[in-house]
């Protein structure tokens, strides 16, 4: 029973450590140009810059989804598996100092973020009538991410908005985002 604990508590904890880590990612390398004269002209982070914050929310500021998309042009609202787990390593590098269990299961948490997030942010802004979108869950974290594409400094979480609650980054619906909202079919 005790390694069932060990194993669940280890997951519970990556789960949010993996939370932090996008909420992160997305608010400093999506949404900000570093200062520093070097980060500014680095072209891959220009790259991200401009891909996330300047085309995707120019894209989905005034309609938060459209038409559905043959896979493959679907990228720019997609995290590439791959690279997820291939960054994944370095900090399961450093996590193995305090824990093998940890080390080995996160990049399992990671492939499970980027899996769910890719669903969830693809329904989201392509639906394609999965059964999931029509859960209550669904609709809370695509509100959730419907208010980020109205307030691009707030919600920087997409599938599991804990690190917005952590950083006090949460947006605050107005009336009128509500009504949005409802004309959206999330609320």
Known sequence: ???????????AALV?????IEHQVHSRLMHKMPR??????????RRIFTSHAVEHHR???????????????????????????????ALSGILIWFSTTAAVMFPIVVCLHHVLWNLIHLEMHKPA???????AVF??????HFLHHRYPDKNFNVALPIGDFIFGTVAKPTVADW?????????
């Open 1 to 11: 029973m005790s390694l069932v604990f060990h194993l669940v508590g280890w997951f």
């Open 16 to 20: 949010v450590l993996m939370s932090l």
């Open 36 to 45: 520093h004269f070097l980060w500014r002209h680095l072209r891959a982070r």
């Open 59 to 89: 894209q989905y500021r005034q309609h938060f989804h459209d038409d559905p998309v043959p896979r493959g042009e679907d990228r720019g609202i997609r995290l590439n598996l791959w690279e997820g787990l291939l960054e994944s390593l």
């Open 129 to 135: 009538n999965r059964a999931f979108g029509r859960w």
């Open 139 to 144: 609709k809370g974290v695509a509100r959730h």
């Open 179 to 187: 009504e949005a909202m409802r004309a959206e079919g999330i609320a």
